[in-house]
């Protein structure tokens, strides 16, 4: 054997140090590998991050913690609301959503529906402006929040189900006793997974951000509010 050649040994009993002596790196090992302190999320000081831009939006969570991994999990959810874009129409007060179809004409209790073409009245006649048609987007309402929803799908087995726990945090990493808050549109708050036994435990968990959208002066709002908000 060539004595130039590198001698590994060193790094590899380093390596079996810091990560163990397995060679899995799937989550459910990470105690058995000693790599606890690589894990995505394992704590709410540093955890999986997600996004939502447009409302209302669906998380669905599908995954396990518990024996030999991570006993909790946690996830960031940044919001900042794309107010040109929205999945439903949100009322205003005293406003009403229209619904426009393409369905045949007809007379209705004498009322003949309406034609709308965008290429007529472009410019201002006889101090009417154009309508401008405002379709699945967001109105800017004076300290607007949304709705934050969290439902446990469960499993189906209640030997499992009862032995897991998720709950809603606010930015302020304190614990929320609802499943249900509001944040601001532009906010961000947090969702922990608990494994409350010594078990390896799946789960099944629905987020919906933004099925409700209200101004954060409706006195509905404060009593789920995400606290600590400045």
């Not at 999320?41 to 969570?61: A, H, L, M, Q, R």
């Not at 922990?192 to 629905?206: D, E, I, M, S």
Request: some cysteine; hydrophobic content about 35%.
């Amino acid at each position: 054997m060539d004595e130039s050649a590198i001698d590994v040994t060193q790094r590899i009993l380093n390596r079996h140090i810091v990560y163990g002596a397995s060679d899995s790196t799937q989550p459910q090992y990470l105690s058995a590998n000693k790599s606890l302190n690589y894990a995505a999320g394992g704590s709410i000081s540093s955890p999986e991050v997600d996004k939502v831009s447009i409302i209302p939006f669906t998380i669905n969570y599908k995954d396990t913690v518990g024996l030999f991994g991570k006993e909790n999990h946690f996830v960031r959810v940044n919001v900042n609301i794309d107010y040109k874009t929205a999945f439903k129409c949100f009322e205003e007060p005293g406003w009403e959503c229209a619904r426009l179809s393409q369905e045949e004409l007809n007379v209705v209790s004498h009322y003949f529906q309406a034609e709308i073409d965008t290429n007529k009245d472009l410019t201002t006649v006889n101090t009417y402006q154009p309508a401008e048609i405002a379709q699945n987007s967001v109105a800017k309402l004076f300290d607007g929040y949304v709705s934050v929803d969290l439902e446990n799908l469960k499993t189906g087995n209640k030997y499992i189900d009862s032995w897991f726990d998720v709950r809603l945090y606010t930015k302020s990493r304190e614990e929320h006793p609802y499943d249900k808050m509001y944040v601001r549109a532009n906010d961000y708050f947090y969702i922990g997974f608990h494994a409350r036994n010594t078990k390896r435990l799946p789960y099944n968990v629905k987020c919906v951000i933004g099925q409700e959208y209200i101004s954060g002066l409706e006195p509905g709002a404060m009593r789920y509010k995400n606290v600590g908000i400045n």
